[in-house]
Every structure is written in structure tokens, then in C-alpha cells.
């Protein structure tokens, strides 16, 4: 299956070099889990602190067990500190 991989701020280094938009599409086998994914492009899955599919929020709880379906994008966001 393919997915649609969409990494922000500082997570967007685990993309190849010249990546446009901040995404990848990563086949994958059926049935992967959010962590296959994330693993798949060399992201620790420690970084993924706000985690979409298809537009909606994955609970933390829930990550490891979230299969993904083919045509699903992912889209994860690191912590986002401020001052």
C-alpha cells in the first residue's frame, strides 16, 4: 500500500535531500502501524509528539496500534517549544 508521509518543523530532516513539500509517499506492507511508517523514513517514533491521519488526531495511546490503509496520509509534528 502507499501512503502519504507529511513531517513538520524539525522532523522535516528525516526527508530526502530536495523533498518539496514536506512529504514523501512511502509504500508500505499492508496492516502497517503508524510506527512501521515512521520507521520506514528513519524517524524515531520519541519525535512524534502530534500525529494526523487523514486529518484527524491520533491519540498517543493509540499510535502503536493505528493500521494504516492504503491512500492514508500521515502527518506528524514534533514537540514545539516557545518563549
Do not use: C, W
Not at 16 to 26: D, K, S, Y
Amino acid at each position: 500500500m502507499k501512503i502519504k508521509l507529511r513531517l513538520y518543523a524539525t522532523l522535516r530532516n528525516y526527508l530526502p535531500p530536495n523533498t518539496e513539500g514536506g512529504q514523501v509517499i512511502l509504500t508500505l506492507p499492508e496492516a502497517a502501524t503508524i510506527p512501521d511508517a515512521l520507521v520506514a523514513q528513519g524517524v524515531p517514533v520519541g519525535l512524534a509528539h502530534i500525529v494526523l491521519v487523514n486529518g484527524r488526531h491520533v491519540l498517543r495511546s493509540d499510535l502503536a496500534t493505528r493500521q494504516l490503509v492504503d491512500g492514508d496520509e500521515l502527518a506528524v509534528f514534533p514537540a514545539i517549544g516557545g518563549g
